[in-house]
């Protein structure tokens, strides 16, 4: 899908917000929440107002409200109504609902603002776990179900990268404190999912390691030229779509071979695709890891 959308299917909503739309039906039906609009077909569809309603509606409602006392309120006060319950039981949510909005508007001014927030009373690495990550997993699958664009999905990762490259800068200019070993962070050829990898290289670089980033779609020959440039090296591949499945084995074997064999490297996956691995056939050298907390656990 290239088009961005801007006009929502009741099936987008239920994707957005949680609810199922058979349950948004009812809603409209018996509370008029909703204003939707009518294709020439008589199929309902909505614009970004009402999905904006709809998300604060859904914070309400998850807080103890009745719809038929959110029916009750004016479109002006239901979002005064959740800016008042919201603490910090409830800052996760808020924040995504948020940054959600931001991406569907593409609105910096909203990102920048919930972000500013959430730093008030959260350190960097505590927004990144405990709304950036969730924010990427759901985005996934907002884009796989084709209810947001790539516009959107590139809008709100361009966002949260720029943050994360700021910070990681503040700590790169310190020089290692940790120099038995060199992280060497790359993507796998044609891969582009560098989110997880960037922040993985911050917490490295800010537990006083040495890295080195190469970032996206690096050809294991390209590795090869590092080889012998360090004494020891941690290679981190980062496997969200590539290599395919059934290419996983030998893409493996591979870097054991052109890599790790005769060396004190070693390598360390991470990523969706680390799930289809066997690690019954990986050498000592080799270690998967099932998410970035695990890895950061592991160092």
Known sequence: MN???NIFSIKDFENLSGIKAHTIRIWEKRYNILEPMRTDTNIRCYDIKNLQKLLNIVVLHNYGYKISKIALLSPEEIPLKVKEIISEKSAKIHAIKSFKLAMMNFDHTLFFNTYDELLKDKTFKEVFHEVFIPLMEELGYLWQTDTISPAHEHFITYLIKQKLLSITE????KPPTKTDRVYVLYLPSNEIHE?????????????????????????????VDLKNYFEKITFIGYLTVEPTVENLPQY??????????DTNH???????????INQSKLSEKVKVYSSISDCIISL
């Open 3 to 5: 088009s961005v959308k």
């Open 170 to 173: 503040q700590i790169q200019s």
């Open 195 to 223: 989110l997880g990898l960037m922040y993985l290289n911050y917490e490295l670089l800010d537990n006083g390691y040495h890295t080195v980033y190469l970032g996206e779609s690096v050809p294991i020959d390209s590795l």
């Open 252 to 261: 493996i074997e591979k870097i054991e071979e052109d890599l790790l064999k």
């Open 266 to 276: 070693e390598l360390m996956l991470l990523g969706r695709l680390t799930s289809e």
